[in-house]
């Protein structure tokens, strides 16, 4: 399972963008990357998901570039409500037995 | 339709006591896997079940047992407990393999601390 790696913690003032970025240097050919997000005391939530180039929804996109050996999660506006800790997870989801492995992930601190 | 349900919130434990946690899910899901967290770090996957019938270890299986007890319920079982099993527990479901956006459905966790 390929391994994670993403900054400890991140600051950041509301109305700015933020971006997140995550290294997964042995990402093997069916794997997918994922992001969660976990506020204290709950478990986490997913934010996105994607495998190559560039993938938007309603709340973040992902960059993947062409190598796939990392990944950028970019959070548009960020407002107080978006300090949480922010995991990035690569994995094939095809696989019926597919396990995730969860990093130490980023804490992201929105500040006023 | 309450996602996925973790009994109890809350508990104490002496050391080599033992208990059952409990997680349902109701969304049809055909995978299940129990997690723990400790402080400040992220979830380590203890133990998970593919599907309805099989069990499979993760990272950190010792000192647990689970039991998939049907396509809702998955269980997991301290049987001797000790301080170094206090953490959140954390349940999650997930759909079957091959959709088109694949995701995990986390519990809300059981606070567990060992005396």
């Known amino acids: 399972l390929a391994k994670t790696t993403q900054p400890i913690s991140m600051d950041s003032y509301e109305g700015q963008e933020v971006n997140i970025t995550c290294s997964h240097n042995n990402i093997a050919t069916n794997d997918y990357i994922t992001w969660y997000q976990q506020f204290p005391s709950q478990g986490p939530r997913f934010i996105i998901q994607?495998?190559?180039t560039k993938v938007t929804n309603e709340v973040a996109s992902l960059f993947i570039p062409a190598d796939r050996k990392s990944s950028t999660l970019s959070l548009p506006r960020v407002s107080l409500s978006d300090t949480a800790v922010y995991y990035c997870l690569v994995g094939d989801r095809t696989s019926g037995t597919y396990k995730y492995i969860f990093g130490t992930g980023t804490r992201l601190k929105v500040l006023a | 339709n309450a996602g996925v349900t973790q009994t109890p919130k809350f508990q104490v434990l002496k050391t080599g006591q033992s208990m059952t946690l409990q997680c349902a899910q109701d969304?049809?899901?055909?995978?299940m896997y129990w997690y723990r967290q400790d402080p400040g770090m992220g979830l380590r996957l203890i133990y998970y079940s593919a599907s309805e019938g099989t069990t499979d270890k993760g990272e950190v299986p010792n000192g647990y047992n689970v039991s998939r007890l049907n396509k809702r319920e998955f269980s997991l079982r301290l049987e001797s407990a000790a301080p170094s099993q206090t953490s959140v527990y954390f349940c999650?479901?997930?759909?079957?393999?091959?959709?088109?956006?694949?995701?995990?459905?986390f519990g809300p966790g059981t606070r567990l601390t060992v005396l």
């Open positions: 969304m049809n899901h055909n995978s």
């Open positions: 994607g495998y190559k």
């Open positions: 999650a479901s997930r759909r079957l393999a091959g959709v088109s956006t694949d995701t995990q459905y």
